[in-house]
């Protein structure tokens, strides 16, 4: 079992999802990193806020990913299949304390 991607098209469907869930809300912002797309169709009621670059303590995520990259270190796959099934590994073994003790910042 591996994760899917996560892509422009698959992104606007997510929009298009939340913006229904929450169509009574008057706004929803949404906080992201800079990964941008000009094919983004975000709905009327969604702002995006960009996170600065290069600022892993506003991006909690950049600790899980340097997390993964250590438990990936030194190995190599045969097949992309391999690896995305190990990275899917990984990220089903974290406990919630752990997940927490590597996105928390002081």
């Known amino acids: 079992m591996y994760i899917s991607y996560l892509d422009t098209v ?36 969604i702002k995006i806020e960009y996170i600065p ?15 993964i990259k250590k438990c990936l270190k030194n190995r190599i796959f045969d097949l992309l299949e391999e690896l995305k099934n190990k990275v899917s590994e990984i990220l089903f073994s974290y406990t919630n304390e752990q997940i927490k003790s590597l996105v928390s910042y002081s």
């Open 10 to 45: 698959c992104f606007n469907k997510y929009l298009k999802q939340l913006s229904k869930r929450f169509e009574n809300e008057k706004i929803i912002v949404l906080i992201m990193d800079n990964a941008k797309s000009k094919k983004l169709k975000v709905p009327k009621n």
């Open 53 to 67: 670059p290069y600022l892993p303590e506003l991006n909690h995520q950049e600790r899980r990913f340097k997390d």
